[in-house]
């Protein structure tokens, strides 16, 4: 019998001895404060609370090494009493947040649906862009359109009744990507605007309630004044907002699909480059533990905690600028080649040519350059999908297999024209070297990431050196859930299954056989890059 609590003793007396309760004890009271959100009124769903539920917690850029700086009883005890995957990476492009959500609700690669990153140029050319006004709306029309299945489609296969929710803090197009597609979902999001501090932090005015059209939650949780809350605010309290309103639709709803993006990690990794603030970031992990454990909390106190498939999980890392490359040099090098990045891009390493006809000479001339800090640079054939180096690039096996399989799965008439492979922990940036952060790039600090599975069927203490992808998350879901889900990128992660099916246990054998090497290559080449020894990489089976 699993007997998850909200902070396990062990876990208790470590943090004790470590002083850590100190440091949570402000947020503890914080918490206690809306630990019971004011009922909702209005009607309730005909969805019972029999059968599977699903609780999906993102943790926003954190890197699996953020883990170790303070302790997180409730993360711990779920880690205990589930599957985790130790070498567990995002194993597609872009490694951001709009891809990666798209992903976990679909279970299927970027190159099919259809979201590239934040911005890119569409097969006319034109750009498309989620950062403008309008952009929420656009990205739910594009995982429509694109016509892939999503996660809440699975679950009403069984449960036609049941709510579907994404909810993130600050991010509308975390929750959008999640909860897009099918229109009876709910997504909600706190509008707010983010100011950064001189202290490496972000600030928030006042807070309110936002959705997207046709994804409107109930009025009365929308016009809830417990969620108009007046600024400035700090990262943790966004993160607080966010599980307030998955508390407030829970106690009143009881949606059987809940998504909840996390975001605040990766907000204060970007404004300080994470591992080189670790003050900072200690924060926000015991802040995110204390939200799981209220979330958690509620599936118990409800006694629906043996019936829900819990899922808590990383979009992509976050690497700090512990080297810089000169932007502008490597932008000008491109220039001299006869074309130029796209005028409204915002991305440095994924690159979209005003003339897409010139992406051999682009690539060839920024190799020319001999910068140390870049591994490779690809470029798309024209017209086509397929990506290449130019002729005497220094990259080299294993590691051009890895990024043969990563660039393919965004590969198509969207995805960029140029490819910079940078080293680990290095950023086209003139930052001060160490003070921020960014997860474009492609090394194993952006995609190396958590991944815990834990509910009905699933193996407890199990630690799995299998290399999970965030595309296996919706394969593996339908699976313990007894349906099949065709067309899918991802596979059944049988091994973390109490009585997995002997032929989803092959399949995922296979790949093991496919993966293994890749990620041991993104591993060790980190490693060459950091200059140390490769030890995190030797458990991976290759
Ligand atoms: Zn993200």
Known sequence: MRKVQAVSRSALVRAVRNGVLLLLLPLLVRSSIFAEPPALPGPKCDDNLKGTRILLVVLDAVRPDYLDLVPMPNLEAIQQEGTSYEHAWVGQLINNTPPSHATINTGVFPRQHGVIGFEWADQFGRWITLFEVGGEERLSKLLIQSGVPTLADLVRQIYPCAHSVAISGPKAHAAVAMG???????????????????????????????????????????????????????????????????????????????????????????????????????????????????????????????????VVISDHGMVPNERNVEPNAIFKALNDSGTGRHPNATARTHIWL????????????????????????????????????????????????TLSYLLSTYAGPTSPDLVIILRENTLLAKWPEGSHGLHGEITWGTQHIVFTLYGPGIEEGRVSDYPARLVDIVPTVASLMGLTFQDRDGVVLADAFEKPASEELVVQQNMQRVLGPLVYALCAQSAVDRGVPATECESITK
């Open 354 to 401: 005003t003339d897409p006809s010139k992406g051999s000479e682009a690539a060839e001339a920024i190799s020319t350059l001999q910068e140390p800090a870049i591994l490779g640079v690809y470029y798309k054939e024209p017209g086509g999908s397929n990506y290449l180096l130019p002729p005497g690039s220094r990259l080299e096996e294993p590691m051009r297999a």
């Open 180 to 310: 897009g597609h099918t229109s009876a979902d709910w997504i909600l999001y706190a509008s707010s605007s983010e100011q950064a501090t001189p202290e490496g932090s972000a600030q928030y005015s006042d807070v309110k309630p936002a959705t997207v059209p046709g994804h409107e939650p109930p009025a009365e949780l929308l016009q809830n004044r417990a969620l108009y809350e007046p600024g400035p605010l700090g990262p943790e309290d966004l993160d607080r907002w966010a599980v307030d309103a998955a508390l407030m639709l829970l106690q009143r709803y009881q949606p059987r699909l809940l998504m909840v993006n996390l975001a605040e990690a990766d907000v204060v990794g970007h404004a300080t480059g994470g591992t080189t603030n670790p003050e900072n970031m200690s924060r926000v992990m015991a802040s995110l533990d204390e939200q799981l454990g209220r979330l958690i909390d509620w599936y118990r106190q409800e006694g629906l905690l043996e019936d829900t498939i819990i």
